[in-house]
């Protein structure tokens, strides 16, 4: 049981993840002003070093906002209103797309798919078929609700085969953990932002276009303002942003785009891929059932609640009071049926070996029977397997 004097906090959902020691400090530094020559080279490096990650030569963009607003960018200054679009709805995120293409006036053919499971691109080709006049197709990269990865790669094939629609991938939880090279796919809009895989605090969206997608601004007729981008490449003519941005973090991000270039893009992914495969198996080896399965990404692991705990809100909780750790729960039809741990970001081995021990306690408490110590044990042996 925690007790307040040594007391930890330990954050595992999905974003906000933690935040590196380093890079705390280096927000914590006096704060530049914007239009200084310090700060515009720092927006400077942070652009290019997101161009790096994104694998992209096109330009991109930093918003002071969640991810969020990099989604509602991307719709607002590509698209006119009464546009018809695709969306994949795989879970709450996917449903994002439809609440914001609808708010905007566009009409979206909605692709339904089982939460859990990725989508099958032949249905995607399917709805291309029947709407030809199709001018975007909205997907999410990681699925964040359930912890599935959809294949990106050829959903975008799809698109180009059959249709002259704007391929544009939410990409908030799977940018930095998995390959998503922009320019090779052909990928048109790809939007993330800082909580996830960038290991910083909430408060930075990105974006970047591709040519075929800066060419449909010229068409786009919906009213925005905060989100312009016309506003930010007239203030990208002197290095600045439009509006005041979010000072602290964007030095923070410059760190954490130094780090991230040194290790390199493949070991990144390596990595994030070692620590998801480990908690799998943990998971599995505690006689829990994995909700996302061969679709799932590296990013989040979502988990059944076994069948002896009734209530599976109780298993955040008692994470939560008992031992400092936050973990992420199910959401809207599965509240209290599933739970999600993280490893995106700024974790490590013993963090997912930390994270499963609690869960076999917790577990047990609840009435959940289980060998103690084989699912952080079956986690150890994937790591030396690795």
Known sequence: MKHPVFEKLRIFAPGPTPVPEAVLLEMGKPTLHHRTKEFIAILERVRKGLQFVFQTSQPTYVFAASGSGAMEATVVNCLAQQDEVLVIDAGKFGERWTKLATAYGLKPHVVKVEWG??????????????????????????????????????????????????????????????????????????????????????????????????????????????????????????????????????????LVLKHMQVAGLSKIFDYHQRLANATRKGVEAMGLELFAKSDAGDSVTSVWVPPTIPDGKKIVSHLRDQFGITIAGGQDQYKGKIFRLAHLGWFDELDMLSVLGALEITLTKLGHKLELGKGVGRAAQSFLED
């Open 117 to 254: 499971k990725a989508v099958d691109p032949s249905e995607v080709e399917k709805v291309l078929k029947a709407n030809p006049n199709t001018k975007a197709v909205l997907f999410q990269a990681s699925e964040t609700s359930t912890g599935v990865f959809h294949p990106v790669k050829e959903i975008a094939a799809v698109v180009k085969k059959h249709s002259d629609a704007l391929i544009v991938v939410d990409a908030i939880t799977a940018l930095g953990v998995c390959n998503l090279p922009m320019d090779e796919w052909g990928l048109d809009a790809v939007v993330s932002g800082s909580q996830k895989a960038f290991m910083l605090p909430p408060g930075l969206a990105f974006l970047a276009l591709s040519p075929k997608a800066q060419e449909s601004r010229k068409r786009a007729n919906i009213p925005n303002f905060y989100f312009s981008l016309k506003a930010e490449d007239k203030a990208a003519l002197n290095g600045e942003t439009a509006w005041t941005p979010a000072v602290s973090l964007i030095c923070g991000l410059d």
